[in-house]
């Protein structure tokens, strides 16, 4: 699958896998919805909002309300492929979102996933 056809992909398509991976070790909805708005500042009815009117991920992240300023923070591995190591500005911020669903699902604490001091 090229990026492009990625990058149209429907947000509202692939949230529905988000919240299977997430519920299906014990997470909660709640917390997947912390991670998102960590990573782009969509409140909750933001999240509904481009849930309902099925935007792309293009869309998603060009029109989110802040992209965190700790991105770079966002290390690892998804697919195979280091996320610091994404050229493709756009396919980075898809790879971080990724990156933060997989550390959910696997358990990591909320502090290490949203990458604050403790």
Known sequence: MNNERVFAMSFAGVYPHYVAKVEKKGRSVEELHEVIAWLT??????????IADKVSFRDFFEDAPRLNPNVALITGVVCGIRVEDIEDPLMQKIRWLDKL????????????????AV
């Open 41 to 50: 500042g969509y409140t909750a009815e933001g999240l509904e909002d481009v």
């Open 101 to 116: 669903v997989d550390e959910l699902a696997k358990g990591k604490k909320m502090e290490k996933i949203l990458r604050t």
